[in-house]
C-alpha cells in the first residue's frame, strides 16, 4: 500500500494557543484513519489542517507539511479552494445547502469547478448519490429541498457532495455525532464501503465506532499524538498507559 | 477515577477466585482419598464438583452481561476474554478431580500396589501450581504466571517417572495390571490439570500484558526465563 497522504512536523495554534504539535503522520491509501482523544485533543484541528480548512478561522495558523502524493498542499502557490476538492470534509451536523434542492447539493462542487454539461453532471450527481447509499431513498425526489431530508439522509447528502469532485481522501468530523443508531450504522458501513475508492480519515468520540471501521487509529492528547497504531492493537493491547486509561473511560 | 465498571469487575474477579477456591479443595480431597484411602473424601470431591459447575454457569453469565453491557477495551476486554476461558479451564480441573476420585474408588478396592512416594509429590506440585496461577491472578502478577508455565516440566517428568515405574512394576507382576492403571490413570488426570493451570497462567499473562503466549511463543518465553 502506498502513502497517499503524508503529514510531516505539523504544527497549528489558535492565536498564541498551540493547538496541534509537531504531528508526523502517514496515511496509506484506501484505508480508513480514526483520530481519538478527549475534547480539546487537537484532533478536530488537526484534520481541519489537512484540507487547510484551520486557516479559515480568524486568528488561526499553521506550520509544517502536509503531502498529498507527494505535493505540499501547504506549498507556495496552492490554492486552497482546490486543495478542499482533493481532500473533502464531513462534519458533526449534516450541513445541506437549505436553498438547493437534491440534486443541486450534489452538483454545486461540479458546477462550482466549471461543469455545466446537463447529462455529465447527471451521470455523477447519480453516481454520486449511489455511492453514499441514498440513490434508492431520494431518486424520486431529487427536486425537493435538501434539507427536507432526514438528518441521517442529510449526512449522506453531504457525504454525496464530497464524493461528486472525486476527492483522493475524505475528512469526516464526528460524522455521526448527531444521529440516530440506524443512521450511524448506515454511515459506518458506507465509510467501509468507501474506502474502496477514497482514503478516509475520521474524527470520532464513539470507541467502538473507531474500533468497528477503521483500519489504523491515533490516539491524540493535548496537540501531542500519544499512539499510532493498528486499530486491533490499540484496542486490544495498547502500549501508552495514557491510551489504556482513554479508551477504557478512566480518564480524567 | 473509579468507575462502576471497575466494582463490577472486581465482582467478576472474585465469583471466579471463589470458583478457583472450590477447585483447590476438590484436588485437595481427591489427593487426601489416595493417599488416606478415604472414601469420604471422594464423596467430597463429588459434591464440591457439583458446586464448582453451577460457579461456571454463573461467572460464564456475568462476562456475558458485562461483555454486552460495558462493551469493554483494552484491559477491560482482555480480562473478561481471559476469564471466560479460565472459568472453562477451571471447570475441567473439577472434572479431573472427579476422574480422580473415580480411578482412586477403584484403587483402594485392592491392596495397594506399592508405597506412594512420586504421586505425593505430583500432587504437592500441582497444587502449588495451582495455588500460584490464583496467587498470580488476584494480584496481577505476571512473574509468578511465567513460573507456573515452568513448573509444568516438573509435573510432566513426575508423571512420565510415575508412568515408567508402574510399567516396570506390572511387567514383573502381571497380577498387578489393574492396580497399576489405575495409579496411571491418576497420574495423567494429575498432569491434566497442571495443564490447565499453565492454560491459565497464559490466559492471565494475557489479561496482564496482552501478549499471547500460547504453543510455539511460549517455548521463547521459557527459555528466556531460563537464559
Known amino acids: 500500500m502506498s502513502k497517499i497522504l503524508e503529514v510531516r512536523e505539523l504544527n497549528a495554534w489558535f492565536g498564541a494557543t498551540k493547538a496541534v504539535k509537531g504531528i508526523d503522520l502517514s496515511f496509506e491509501g484506501n484505508t480508513v484513519t480514526a483520530i481519538i482523544g478527549p475534547s480539546g485533543c487537537g484532533k478536530s484541528t488537526f484534520i481541519r489542517c489537512l484540507n487547510r480548512l484551520h486557516e479559515e478561522v480568524p486568528d488561526a495558523s499553521a506550520e509544517g507539511h502536509v503531502l498529498l502524493n507527494g505535493d505540499d498542499i501547504y506549498g507556495k502557490d496552492i490554492d486552497p479552494v482546490a486543495i478542499r476538492r482533493k481532500i473533502g470534509m464531513v462534519f458533526q451536523k449534516p450541513n445541506p445547502f437549505p436553498s438547493l434542492s437534491v440534486f443541486d447539493n450534489v452538483a454545486i462542487g461540479l458546477r462550482l469547478a466549471g461543469l455545466r454539461r446537463g447529462a455529465m453532471l447527471k451521470e455523477i450527481v447519480e453516481k454520486s448519490l449511489h455511492l453514499s447509499a441514498l440513490w434508492d431513498e431520494v431518486k424520486d425526489k431529487l427536486n425537493a429541498p435538501g434539507t427536507s431530508l432526514s438528518g441521517g439522509q442529510q449526512q449522506r447528502l453531504c457525504i454525496a457532495r464530497a464524493l461528486a469532485v472525486e476527492p483522493s481522501v475524505l475528512l469526516m468530523d464526528e460524522p455521526t455525532s448527531a444521529l440516530d443508531p440506524i443512521s450511524t450504522a448506515k454511515i459506518e458501513e458506507l465509510v467501509t464501503e468507501l474506502k474502496k475508492t477514497v482514503t478516509i480519515v475520521i474524527v470520532t468520540h464513539n470507541m467502538q465506532q473507531a474500533a468497528r471501521i477503521s483500519d489504523s487509529t491515533a490516539f491524540f492528547l493535548l496537540g501531542d499524538m500519544v499512539e499510532y497504531g493498528e486499530t486491533s492493537k490499540i484496542f486490544t493491547a495498547p502500549k501508552d498507559a495514557r491510551t489504556e486509561r482513554y479508551i477504557t473511560g478512566r480518564f480524567g | ?227
Do not use: W
Not at chain 2, 458485562?66 to 475441567?92: F, G, H, S
Not at chain 2, 478431580?97 to 483402594?108: L, W
Open chain 2, 1 to 227: 477515577m473509579e468507575r462502576h465498571f471497575d466494582a463490577s469487575l472486581r465482582e467478576l474477579k472474585e465469583q471466579l477466585v471463589s470458583m478457583a477456591g472450590l477447585v483447590e479443595l476438590a484436588i485437595e480431597a481427591a489427593t487426601e482419598a489416595l493417599q488416606k484411602r478415604d472414601r469420604e473424601k471422594i464423596a467430597l470431591v463429588h459434591d464440591i464438583e457439583r458446586r464448582v459447575n453451577a460457579a461456571h454457569i454463573a461467572v460464564d453469565n456475568s462476562c456475558v452481561k458485562l461483555l454486552a453491557l460495558q462493551q469493554p477495551l483494552a484491559a477491560d476486554l482482555r480480562l473478561i476474554v481471559a476469564t471466560i476461558k479460565i472459568n472453562t479451564d477451571l471447570e475441567r480441573m473439577g472434572d479431573q478431580a472427579v476422574n480422580i476420585a473415580h480411578n482412586t474408588e477403584r484403587y483402594i478396592q485392592g491392596e495397594p500396589l506399592k508405597p506412594l512416594i512420586d504421586l505425593p509429590r505430583m500432587f504437592d506440585e500441582v497444587r502449588v501450581m495451582v495455588r500460584e496461577t490464583l496467587d498470580s491472578f488476584v494480584r496481577t502478577d505476571a512473574a509468578l504466571a511465567r513460573e507456573v508455565l515452568r513448573r509444568d516440566d516438573i509435573v510432566d517428568g513426575l508423571k512420565n517417572k510415575i508412568f515408567r515405574d508402574v510399567l516396570d512394576h506390572v511387567k514383573a507382576r502381571p497380577e498387578h495390571i489393574e492396580q497399576g492403571l489405575n495409579l496411571i490413570l491418576v497420574a495423567r488426570n494429575l498432569e491434566r490439570i497442571g495443564d490447565h493451570a499453565t492454560n491459565i497462567a497464559e490466559d492471565v499473562i494475557f489479561a496482564i500484558t496482552g501478549e499471547d503466549i500460547r504453543h510455539s511463543a511460549r517455548v521463547e518465553t521459557i527459555k528466556g526465563a531460563l537464559t
